[in-house]
C-alpha cells in the first residue's frame, strides 16, 4: 500500500492527514486544517476569542452560538448521557481549578511547586439548554464547560469526511490519537500503532491494529499530567468529585462506529476503573485497557494485533 501523510500542530496536538492516493494528499490537508481552524475557534476552552470562551463568559444567559459549537455541544450531551455522566462537559471549572486553566504546552512548562489547587465536582450536565430551532445555548450560572473529551474526536471524524472528499481518495485523521476513516478503506485495512503516547514514532515498539471502519481512540493517564506542590495530577477528571480519576489503567484504546464514540467510552473506562471492562463488554464496545504495571485486557473481542 502506497501512502502518503502529512502532520501538523492543530487542537493544542499533532494532526495526522493520510491518503490512500498520494496525489490526493495536498487537498486532503488542506480541507483538514481548514476544519480544524474552525473546530478551534468555536470549541477551544484556551482562547480568549473563542465561540465557547465567550459563551461561558454567558453563563445564566441564552446565547445564540454557531453551527460547529452547537454540534459540538450536542455530541458532548449525547456523550454525557450515554455515559451517565461520566463523560461531562459542565468539567470546566473542575479542570481549572485542578490547575489546567492554559494550553497544556503551556502547563507542563510552568513551575508547579507552589501551584495551589482545588477540587470541584461537576455533574449540571442535565442543566445545559440547547434550542435547535434558535440555535441557542443557556448554561447554569456558576458553569464552564470543556468540549476536551468529545470535540477533538468529532473533528477527527469530521476532518476525515473532509479529507476524503477533497482529496477523492479513502483517508484517515489522527488528531493526537483519536483515530477516523474517510472513504474506501485500502486493502487490509489502516495500519494503527498503538501506544501509551499519541506522539510515538511510527516504527516504535507495539502493537498494530488494522482499522477497516468506524474510528478509534486512547484515553490515557500518562501523558497530560502536572504537577501542584509534590502531587502530581492527571487530566481526566471524574466529574463526581473534581479528581483526577483513580484508576488501575494507565491507557484504554477503544474501537467504535465513530472517533467520537471511541472516544466518549475510552475516557468513561478511565473514570470508572475496575468496572470498565464489564461496562464495554455490555456495550459490544472492542477494547484494550493496559494497566500501570503494561498488562494488556481484551475485551468485547478486541481486534488481533500483529507485529
Request: aromatic share 4%; with cysteine; glycine share 10%.
Amino acid at each position: 500500500m502506497t501512502v502518503a501523510s502529512a502532520s501538523f500542530r492543530a487542537l493544542g496536538t499533532t494532526a495526522t492527514v493520510c491518503a490512500a492516493e498520494p496525489e490526493a494528499l495536498p487537498a486532503a490537508r488542506a480541507a483538514v486544517e481548514r476544519l480544524l481552524g474552525e473546530v478551534d475557534r468555536a470549541c477551544s476552552r484556551f482562547r480568549p476569542d473563542s465561540e465557547l470562551a465567550r459563551l461561558n463568559a454567558s453563563a445564566g444567559r441564552e446565547t445564540t452560538v454557531g453551527g460547529m459549537l452547537f454540534g459540538a455541544l450536542r455530541a458532548a450531551l449525547r456523550a454525557a448521557a450515554a455515559t451517565g455522566g461520566l463523560v461531562d462537559p459542565t468539567i470546566g471549572r473542575s479542570l481549572r481549578l485542578a490547575g489546567y486553566d492554559r494550553r497544556y504546552e503551556q502547563v507542563r512548562a510552568r513551575d508547579g511547586r507552589s501551584l495551589r489547587v482545588a477540587f470541584a465536582p461537576a455533574g449540571r450536565w442535565r442543566e445545559v439548554e440547547l434550542s435547535e430551532e434558535r440555535r441557542t445555548v443557556r448554561i447554569p450560572a456558576g458553569v464552564e464547560l470543556d468540549l476536551g473529551a468529545t470535540a477533538k474526536a468529532l473533528a477527527a471524524d469530521l476532518a476525515a469526511r473532509a479529507a476524503s472528499a477533497a482529496g477523492g481518495a479513502g483517508a484517515l485523521v489522527s488528531l493526537g490519537g483519536d483515530v477516523a476513516l474517510g472513504g474506501d478503506v485500502p486493502a487490509g485495512g489502516w495500519p494503527v500503532l498503538l501506544a501509551d503516547d499519541h506522539a510515538a514514532a511510527p516504527g516504535s515498539a507495539g502493537p498494530v491494529v488494522a482499522l477497516r471502519s468506524g474510528g478509534l481512540a486512547s484515553s490515557s493517564t500518562t501523558v497530560r499530567r502536572w504537577r501542584a506542590g509534590c502531587v502530581r495530577l492527571h487530566h481526566i477528571l471524574d466529574p463526581r468529585t473534581g479528581r483526577p480519576a483513580s484508576t488501575p489503567w494507565r491507557t484504554v484504546t477503544v474501537a467504535a462506529a465513530s472517533c467520537l464514540d471511541a472516544n466518549t467510552a475510552s475516557t468513561a473506562a478511565v473514570v470508572l476503573g475496575e468496572q470498565a471492562p464489564a461496562w464495554l463488554a455490555e456495550r459490544g464496545l472492542p477494547a484494550r485497557l493496559v494497566a500501570a504495571r503494561g498488562c494488556a485486557l481484551h475485551v468485547a473481542g478486541w481486534p488481533a494485533e500483529v507485529a
